[in-house]
């Protein structure tokens, strides 16, 4: 075990019970624990002293690179400044200034910003928006929400109930009634190692028709999909399935929503996903990139639509009963703003365009190698997939991370998918160093 530098610990194991840790095999890692003490641009410092390449943005969130001079300045004097002011029926400056900021990116009429702290909360709101918005139009019939298998959407109970990661569901009850599912659009017989989009699904949009046709319409409040479905597996839309989506939904009155939490600010090229790929949704979330990863935040983008119908009842009447005490938190809005200074100054939401190419060059190099049954990449987010162990799915995939994480380079290791969406400050020297130690992993651990 490494050697636990933990401030008044004694560096032993039993340091490590206290913490239950998130999504973490908690046994597994205490017996090996892998501790990250600073980071600085692309890399982390290791607490046993090693630079580790961060090839996932912390993750898929620290967009702008780790350290941000300019970020820790805005939060340490936001703090003495103004360090919290209630978000109801108060308000304070920062919070309005980083809506007015961040609507000059979104697509569309999504003019209208809600603040959350994260990216599961944004969901929640989302849908809950969604609801309310029928309900105010006097059809209070549509109640169900259609998301997609394998897509994620956070943690809580409405996230967990559209999302489609079995794992994430089968423990927590009968979750939220009247929710269907599209199919996912991962087809590794048809695309295997499609560079971008791939050719071959989008019919698999017209299984919304029939989903449709089951419920009604009538009974129908949104559709909520990640435009490319990242923790699920970095899962690219076929190419015309996001357009065929909005057709059908625009078609029966079903609000689009996109959960652009990781493909927001600039992962696939322009800040949003949905302007890049041309598709305009009546709602996106949003989250981690927001503020670099630097402080929690999450927001929900709306369009003028939606917003106008809540902005007709009497004047002195609250339009949504929904909200934080960290709504628009001073500190996350002031870490927000000078991230977008950060965007905009270093032109990074252009960086996956003009990376991807090269990205992807490099990372097609490894499709020879042993056990790789698929990889796929678009802008600057990728996987690899591997064909699991006989009996022991999820165990080559873990082997390789490891080794990956001990020659100095961290990937994302879900089971036998291993993902990169690294820093948009990347340079060619890094993609050589994330490829040519994922080739050595991969060649003596597969
Ligand atoms: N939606 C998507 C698409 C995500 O990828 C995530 C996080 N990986 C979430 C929602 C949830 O975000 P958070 O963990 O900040 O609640």
């Known amino acids: 075990m490494s050697n636990l530098s933990l401030p008044g610990m004694s560096g032993s194991r039993a340091d490590l019970e206290a913490l239950w840790m998130p999504f973490t095999a908690n046994r597994q890692f205490k017996s090996d624990p892998r501790m990250l003490v600073s980071a600085e641009g692309m890399y982390y410092t290791s607490d046993d002293g090693r630079q580790v390449l961060d090839s996932c943005a912390g993750l898929w969130c620290v967009n702008a690179g780790h350290g941000r001079r ?8 936001q703090i003495v400044e103004l360090d919290y002011a209630p978000p109801f029926q108060m308000g304070h400056p920062k919070a309005f200034e980083f809506a007015n900021r961040l609507i000059k990116h979104t697509p569309g009429d999504l003019n209208h910003v809600f603040f959350t702290n994260s990216g599961s909360e944004s969901a929640e709101t989302a849908l809950k928006i969604a609801l309310a918005y029928h309900r105010l139009r006097g059809d209070s019939g549509r109640q169900k929400m259609i998301g997609r298998e394998r897509g994620y959407h956070g943690v809580n109970f409405g996230g967990i109930s559209v999302g489609g990661i079995a794992n994430n569901r089968k423990s927590f009850g009968s979750l939220v009634s009247g929710v269907d599912h599209l199919p996912h659009t991962l087809n590794i017989n048809l695309n295997a190692f499609t560079k971008g989009l791939p050719e071959h699904g989008v019919e698999l949009a017209d299984a919304l028709e029939s989903i449709i046709t089951l419920h009604d319409a009538s009974n129908i409040a949104a559709v ?29 009155g079903i609000l689009l929503i996109f959960d652009e939490v990781i493909t927001g600010f600039g992962r696939i090229g322009e800040a949003f996903a949905s302007t890049h790929w041309g598709v305009t949704p009546d709602m996106i979330t949003a989250a981690k990139g927001l503020t670099n990863g630097a402080v929690p935040m999450g927001a929900v983008f709306i369009s003028e639509k939606i917003h106008q119908t809540f902005m007709q009842g009497p004047e002195n009447a609250i339009e949504l009963f929904h909200g934080y005490t960290y709504s628009g938190h001073p500190v996350a809005a002031a870490a927000g703003l000078a991230t977008l200074d950060i965007y905009e100054q270093e032109n990074l939401f252009q960086k996956a365009i003009q990376m991807e190419d090269l990205f992807a060059e490099a990372l097609h190099t490894l499709k020879d190698l042993p056990g790789v049954i698929d990889i796929r990449n678009s802008g600057l987010v990728a996987a690899i997939e591997f064909a699991p162990d006989d009996n022991a799915p999820g165990a080559r995939g873990y082997r390789i991370f490891r080794e990956a994480y001990d020659k100095g380079v961290l990937v994302r290791g879900t089971g036998d998918i291993l993902a990169m969406s690294p820093p948009l400050i990347i340079e060619p020297k890094h993609v050589d160093q994330l ?11 597969s």
């Open 224 to 252: 909520i999909v990640e435009p490319m479905a990242g923790s699920g597996g970095v899962i690219m839309p076929p190419q015309g399935y996001l357009k065929r989506l909005r057709e059908i939904t625009e078609k029966h």
């Open 435 to 445: 490829v040519s130690t994922l080739e050595h992993a991969i060649k003596t651990k």
């Open 70 to 77: 300019q970020i820790t300045e805005a939060v340490s004097q």
